[in-house]
């Protein structure tokens, strides 16, 4: 099973009904937010292929998905989800214990949101720009579309 995480690159200009309607439902509303999906899920890839236009996405590795939600994780009321938090509420050692649940697909970001915390992640534009064309594909020198791995690179730049 694999996690993927999905960072929508492009704004709201010139996007058909249908992928907008796609980027709502994959909880990518505005620029510069992340989500994260299991590949188990039913119609992801789907949904992911189909917005491959306004987004970037790819397979997360375990330490990118630790220093994505200790630095860019929230709960209700825009607080930072902390180590604490997560002992006391949802039972676990940690911000780790809690990526590895995640990434073997014990827990779905998603369903976590009846505790309280937030399926998406607010990100900063990169530093340094991106190393591309917005509006190419990652193959032919561009952002967009799936990078596999490469993702983490773009996900450092941007938390």
């Known amino acids: 099973m694999t996690l993927y995480v999905a960072v929508r690159i492009r704004g709201t200009v010139d996007v058909s009904p ?25 119609g992801v890839l ?20 630790v220093e994505l939600l ?6 209700s009321g825009d607080k930072p989800l902390t180590d604490m938090w997560i002992r006391e509420n949802l039972g676990l050692g940690g911000v780790e214990e809690l990526a590895d649940k995640l990434l073997a697909g014990e827990l779905y970001l998603n369903k976590l949101r009846i505790q309280g915390v937030k399926p998406f ?7 340094g720009g991106f190393k591309g064309s917005i509006r190419r594909r990652y193959g ?12 983490n690179k773009l996900l450092t730049l941007m938390i």
């Open 121 to 127: 992640f607010r990100l900063h534009p990169p530093k």
């Open 46 to 65: 789907g949904m992911l292929k189909l917005a491959e236009n306004w987004i970037a996405w790819g397979e997360i590795d375990r330490a990118t998905l």
């Open 18 to 42: 249908e992928v907008s309607r796609t980027l709502y439902m994959l909880r990518l509303r505005r620029k510069f937010t992340a989500t994260l999906y299991h590949s188990s899920q039913p």
């Open 70 to 75: 200790r630095r860019r994780g929230r709960i």
């Open 140 to 151: 032919d020198g561009g952002v967009l579309g799936y990078w596999g791995s490469d993702i």
